[in-house]
């Protein structure tokens, strides 16, 4: 008997090494991410997967398709895309260009952000003398979502929006509320069959937006500028976890995972962050 008990005892530990657990929470440097060759990357559009499609980790991803850098040459152009059941967000970080969309070119610029609709096709080129780098944001529809998408480009900038408190956050951190979704009554923009809130966090020294969680929603964070701690994940004691967060840095939050930011409180710190939260409609028993 023993001899049968004994490898047993001695290969449950193998067993439990091959089994992998999926993270509640990922982070990635931008600077620090190499170019992929995806859909509508040529010799002049180069993308940086943060999150999602390109990346190396993607099955912890619900609603979450893509999240990326498109950094486009001057003169360059991205080739032509369209999902039949994706929505996407691009906003412009630097520079300016031309998006195609709906048989119309548009000029585009830094702060600018735009609905992109399921089943459009649309691109992106860099002006004359001028690059472009963007972010793209895209979320998975799934299927049982009628989709019913607007008839015009819906655009908008950043530099446009006021700056406001939300109720139930400190007021040490003021909003800039973007996109949201459709039945939205205070975003700029509300369009997303998926995503719920596109905004801009502009944290006061030592603010904070008070660590939370959501049980339907995935949440990315990125850095734009400042440095402080982001929340993410914790001990069975409760205590928060806490790590540095520089410029670059971007933060995925699974759903259910705690989630916030407390920035340094050096005289006149100030930190921006962007997110993006998206829902995903599940099962209790799929999760």
């Known amino acids: 008997m023993v001899k049968w008990v004994i490898p047993f005892l001695l290969a449950t530990p193998l067993f439990a090494t091959d089994r992998k657990v999926d993270p509640t929470w990922l982070r990635r440097f931008v600077p620090d991410i190499a170019e992929k060759a995806v859909d509508l990357t040529t010799g002049t559009c180069h993308y940086q997967p943060i999150f999602g499609e390109g990346d190396t980790v993607t099955r912890v991803m619900r609603s979450v398709a893509r999240f990326g850098e498109v950094k486009v040459d001057a003169g360059g152009a991205c080739l032509p895309v369209s999902y039949a059941r994706e929505e996407q967000i691009y906003l412009i970080l630097e520079g300016s260009g031309i998006l195609e969309y709906g048989g119309e070119r548009i000029p585009v610029r830094k702060n600018d952000f735009m609905y992109l609709p399921p089943g459009g096709t649309h691109s992106i080129s860099g002006s004359a003398d001028h690059h472009c780098r963007l972010l793209v944001m895209g979320f998975n529809i799934t299927a049982g979502i009628t989709l019913d998408p607007p008839s015009k480009l819906l655009l908008a900038n950043m530099d446009e929006v006021k700056e406001q408190t939300v109720e139930g956050h400190p007021s040490s951190v003021l909003y800039k509320l973007l996109v949201g979704d459709r039945k939205s009554t205070r975003d700029r923009i509300a369009a997303g069959y998926v995503v719920t809130s596109l905004f801009l966090m502009d944290f006061a020294p030592g603010g904070t937006n008070s660590p939370h969680h959501h049980e339907s929603e995935e ?60 829902r995903y409609p599940f099962r209790k028993d799929e999760d």
């Open 219 to 278: 949440e990315i964070y990125l850095v734009l500028d400042g440095h402080g701690k982001i929340v993410a994940g914790g001990g069975m004691d409760g205590t928060e976890g806490l790590h540095p967060a520089q410029a670059g840095d971007a933060y995925f939050f699974r759903l259910n995972s705690t989630v916030g930011f407390y920035n340094n409180s050096e005289p006149g710190a100030k930190a921006h962050i962007i997110a993006v939260r998206s």
